[in-house]
């Protein structure tokens, strides 16, 4: 029962932890016209391969939350209006995109290179493919701007999708070797959260 206690906090703390860090990620960026390059989807790649799909996912509703409670943890600040946010679709693609991310990791019993940059390039299309709906829904019906499918495409996936795919590889790199280092705790925290 104490080692249930434990791991649950471990897991909880873990959750608190990614969530801090794709706040983090959203500070660190690179103006781009209409959806900015950041660091946020590292975090997305880390947190789902990382912590499974569960926590992965957690984690990332923890970040949408606060950001909407008020907390200014989003690219451009925060609060229940952001989901008027042209960009709001990417932060709705990272909870759907850590979870898969996530289960395919888990489908593995050792994963290898491979495996992390097919999950993780998997998770970057998730997260693109609700980014640019949002985008075109937002752009067209909520802000009232004419905004046609190629500058959707344009905007949203073009300019933005290099930078992340550099994020994606790298991400795939260092989550193998730190996934093995991790492996026999991560094991014990997934275990207890499917419990």
């Given at each position: ?90 932060l709705l693609g990272f ?38 709906l949002y985008l075109y ?20 996936f073009l300019l933005a ?35």
């Amino acid at each position: 029962m104490i080692t249930k206690r434990r791991m649950s906090t471990a897991g909880l703390t873990l959750v608190a932890m990614f969530s801090a860090l794709t706040a983090l990620g959203a500070f660190i960026r690179i103006p781009v016209p209409v959806v900015p390059f950041t660091l946020q989807i590292l975090f997305v790649y880390f947190a789902g391969s990382l912590l499974g799909c569960r926590l992965g996912a957690a984690s990332q509703l923890v970040y949408l939350a606060v950001g909407l409670a008020g907390v200014p943890v989003f690219t451009e600040g925060g609060g229940v209006g952001y989901i008027l946010k042209p960009t709001f679709g990417y932060l709705l693609g990272f909870v759907l995109a850590a979870y898969a991310i996530g289960r395919l990791i888990e489908k593995k019993e050792n994963p290898q290179l491979r495996d992390f940059t097919i999950a993780h390039f998997f998770g970057l299309f998730i997260v693109y493919v609700c980014g640019t709906l949002y985008l075109y829904i937002a752009m067209n019906f909520i802000a009232g701007t004419a905004f046609s499918l190629w500058n959707t495409f344009l905007y949203g996936f073009l300019l933005a999708v290099p930078g992340d795919i550099v994020l994606c590889i790298a991400a795939s790199v260092i989550g193998v070797k730190v996934f093995k280092q991790i492996s026999p705790l991560r094991r014990r925290i997934v275990k207890d959260v499917k419990a």
